[in-house]
C-alpha cells in the first residue's frame, strides 16, 4: 500500500531558528514529490521535485530529494512566526500521477 | 487573478438530502480534482478528472459522483449525504496531472 510518511507531528521552535522537516514514502511508479504550506485555509504550493540531489530553494525555504533513500527534507532558516503553519509533502504516484498525502507537520514559532 | 473557487464554504445539511458543492477555475487547466480532508487522516483524494468527460476515482470515492462538462468546472455530488462525510472539502486545478498547484479556500461540510 503506498504510504508518505511525515516526521516530526509537530514542532515548536524560537524566531530565527532553523528548522528540517521530513518526507519519506513508500509509492508504486513515483512521478514526483511535492511540498504545500498550509495556513487556516487552502494549501499553497511550494516545491516540485522530481530529480534527486537537486535543491529548490525559495527565500528562506528549501528542499531536496533523495530518490534512492526515499525521503525529502525542507529546511526552513530564520523562522519566522509567519512561518508557523502545517506543512504538507504529498507524492505523484502512477500512469495517472495522483497525489498522495502525508499527514503533515505542524510547525509552531513563538516569538 | 489565478484562482479556484468553491461554493458553498460552509453547509450545514440533513442525512439523505443531495447537495452539489461547485468548483470553477479561471486559468484554462486540464486537471482537476477534489479532496476531503480530517483530523488524523490528512488530505485524501477522492476523484479526479484528466479533462473534459474523463473522471476517475482516488483513494476514497465511496458516496461521491462528479461530472466534468466544461473545462472549468468540476462539481462534486453527494447523492445521499451520511455524516461520516462531514469533513473539509477541496477542489484542485493543474496543468499537468498529479502536481496541484492551486487548491479552492475549501467548503466545510457538516451532515446531521
Known amino acids: 500500500e503506498d504510504k508518505v510518511v511525515q516526521s516530526p507531528l509537530s514542532l515548536v521552535v524560537h524566531e530565527g531558528d532553523t528548522v528540517t522537516l521530513n518526507c519519506s514514502y513508500e509509492v508504486t511508479n513515483f512521478r514526483s514529490l511535492l511540498w504545500y504550506k498550509q495556513e487556516k485555509k487552502a494549501p499553497t504550493f511550494l516545491f516540485m521535485l522530481t530529480s534527486s540531489g537537486i535543491e529548490k530553494k525559495s527565500g528562506r525555504l528549501s528542499s531536496i530529494l533523495d530518490k534512492k533513500e526515499l525521503f525529502s527534507i525542507l529546511n526552513i532558516t530564520a523562522t519566522q512566526t509567519g512561518d508557523s503553519a502545517v506543512y504538507l509533502c504529498a507524492v505523484g504516484r502512477g500512469s495517472q500521477g495522483n497525489l498522495i498525502f502525508g499527514k503533515g507537520t505542524k510547525l509552531s514559532v513563538k516569538p | 487573478e489565478a484562482q479556484v473557487t468553491q461554493n458553498p464554504r460552509y453547509l450545514i445539511t440533513v442525512t439523505g438530502k443531495k447537495l452539489t458543492v461547485t468548483c470553477s477555475q479561471n486559468?484554462?487547466?486540464?486537471?482537476m480534482s477534489w479532496y476531503r480532508q480530517d483530523p488524523g487522516l490528512g488530505l485524501r483524494q477522492i476523484y479526479y478528472s484528466m479533462n473534459v468527460e474523463v473522471t476517475d476515482k482516488g483513494d476514497v470515492p465511496e458516496g461521491y459522483k462528479v461530472s466534468r462538462k466544461e473545462k472549468r468546472n468540476f462539481p462534486l455530488i453527494l447523492e445521499s449525504p451520511s455524516p461520516n462525510q462531514t469533513s473539509l472539502y477541496f477542489c484542485a486545478s493543474s496543468f499537468l496531472r498529479g502536481t496541484e498547484a492551486f487548491f479552492g479556500q475549501g467548503t466545510r461540510l457538516t451532515v446531521v
Open positions: 486559468m484554462n487547466h486540464e486537471y
